[in-house]
Nanobody, 116 residues
């Protein structure tokens, strides 16, 4: 019954910003490691950012470090990805994932397109 529902994707111009949200339900969100992945056409899925269960530790792909920020609100069972200074190469389907008890769950994905 684990469910991850992403929102916030869309079309944005280079240099713009978007904030993705992932609402979780049906599992122990507060003890889950949460991550954002993305997959661009012709490329394999890659890790964008991750955050520990408490929110005290984060990690980012080198390509987004300094531009993207992952955060979580355990009371709201929601993880966010703030994306600033967007580039065309950020265009991809972005997926929310949760890892707990050796099980990985995935959201449906949300399209982010960065184009003039």
């Amino acid at each position: 019954q684990a469910q991850l529902v992403e929102s916030g994707g869309g079309l944005v111009q280079p240099g713009g910003s978007l904030r993705l949200s992932c609402a979780a339900s049906g599992f122990a969100f507060t003890i889950s490691v949460m991550s954002w992945y993305r997959q661009a056409p012709g490329k394999e899925r890659e890790l964008v950012a991750g955050i520990s269960s408490s929110g005290g530790s984060t990690n980012y792909a080198d390509s987004v470090k300094g531009r993207f920020t992952i955060s979580r609100d355990n009371a709201k069972k929601t993880v966010y990805l703030q994306m600033n200074s967007l580039k065309p190469e950020d265009t991809a389907v972005y997926y929310c994932s949760a890892r707990r008890a050796g099980v990985v769950s995935w959201g449906q994905g949300t399209q982010v397109t960065v184009s003039s």
